[in-house]
């Protein structure tokens, strides 16, 4: 039977003060501190390295930013390439805005590679698989066994999730009284398991070793134009707004068996299928605002 004192071993220290007081960077604490025959056995843990950068900068008329989530980097490849290789699980985002004599123009590229927004996994019967660190909203990808939640509305952050490369034109301007917009995006994703560490894996030791990154032979490709219209008039407001494109293999919800007792990665999880997916849709709406 589990108990508290073990789940909470398996989690680690919630609060670190070496980490919170040394200078150096986490993942050089990590590395040089982590010794399994050591007597500490604080730093015996499978410590979590976890950065963000971002940059933004604004010029006359355009504005440029970039963004990178870099989670458990794999120092290995350059101080021990003969052992172990944990796969990097990295995240980023590059675009901008010009204010053209044509509109508000705007491109915008994201990106991440697979296992990037994932719980921790690896568990056993005595001490369970640690959910903590995970990106989404909802504990599962399924309502109650029935309905598929969509990625959208599922992950927390970046929409598309895991293993996927995204590419988005836009464009807006104000024409005859009318706020219009459209953009193009284009999309790439493999297999994602937004609740699922590991995706098919108990562990990563058991075959996801080393970074990876769309390398399925079938991958979903997505193409979507979207675009809107709204006008105001006083306290009243209109717009019209659609959405028309298709998914070639589009990722598909698959049930995993569980290999044993122990194996507690048994959330269903997407992976591209075969065949032709449409995307459609068309919205009217009104609003009208008072104040009390």
């Given at each position: 039977m589990t108990n508290k004192a073990d789940v909470a071993n398996a989690r680690g220290p919630l609060f670190d003060m070496e980490y919170f007081l040394n200078p150096a960077p986490s993942f050089f604490i990590q590395y040089v501190g982590i010794s399994q025959d050591g007597p500490d056995e604080k730093r015996n843990l499978n410590d979590n390295s976890l950065m963000g950068f971002f940059g933004e900068y604004e010029g006359e008329g355009w504005t440029a930013r970039a963004q990178v989530l870099v989670d458990d980097f794999n120092l290995n490849r350059f101080i021990a390439p003969d052992d172990y290789q944990n796969p990097d699980k990295l995240a980023w985002m590059l675009g901008g805005e010009w204010e053209s004599p044509w509109g508000e123009l705007g491109f915008h590229h994201a990106g991440a590679t697979k296992y990037a927004f994932?719980?921790?996994?690896?568990?056993?019967?005595?001490?369970?698989?640690?959910?903590?660190?995970?990106?989404?909203?909802?504990?599962?990808?399924?309502?109650?066994?029935?309905?598929?939640?969509?990625?959208?509305?599922?992950?927390?952050?970046?929409?598309?999730?895991?293993?996927?490369?995204?590419?988005?034109?836009?464009?807006?301007?104000?024409?005859?009284?009318?706020?219009?917009?459209?953009?193009?995006?284009?999309?790439?994703?493999?297999?994602?398991?937004?609740?699922?560490?590991?995706?098919?894996?108990?562990?990563?030791?058991?075959?996801?070793?080393?970074?990876?990154?769309?390398?399925?032979?079938?991958?979903?490709?997505?193409?979507?134009?979207?675009?809107?219209?709204?006008?105001?008039?006083?306290?009243?407001?209109?717009?019209?707004?659609?959405?028309?494109?298709?998914?070639?293999?589009?990722?598909?919800?698959?049930?995993?068996?569980?290999?044993?007792?122990?194996?507690?990665?048994?959330?269903?999880?997407?992976?591209?299928?075969?065949?032709?997916s449409f995307i459609g849709s068309l919205t009217l709406g009104a609003r009208y605002g008072f104040g009390l």
């Open positions: 994932e719980p921790y996994g690896g568990g056993t019967v005595d001490v369970p698989t640690n959910m903590m660190y995970g990106y989404t909203y909802y504990p599962d990808t399924v309502y109650a066994g029935a309905e598929p939640i969509p990625l959208e509305d599922l992950y927390a952050g970046y929409l598309h999730g895991e293993n996927n490369l995204a590419f988005l034109a836009t464009w807006a301007d104000e024409l005859a009284g009318f706020g219009l917009g459209a953009s193009l995006e284009f999309t790439i994703s493999g297999s994602k398991a937004p609740t699922n560490p590991w995706h098919e894996l108990a562990n990563w030791d058991e075959g996801g070793q080393g970074t990876k990154f769309l390398e399925e032979a079938v991958l979903e490709k997505k193409l979507v134009l979207a675009g809107y219209a709204r006008r105001t008039f006083g306290p009243f407001a209109v717009s019209l707004e659609f959405e028309v494109g298709g998914a070639w293999n589009p990722l598909a919800l698959v049930v995993l068996p569980p290999e044993d007792e122990s194996w507690e990665n048994a959330s269903p999880i997407w992976k591209p299928s075969s065949g032709f």
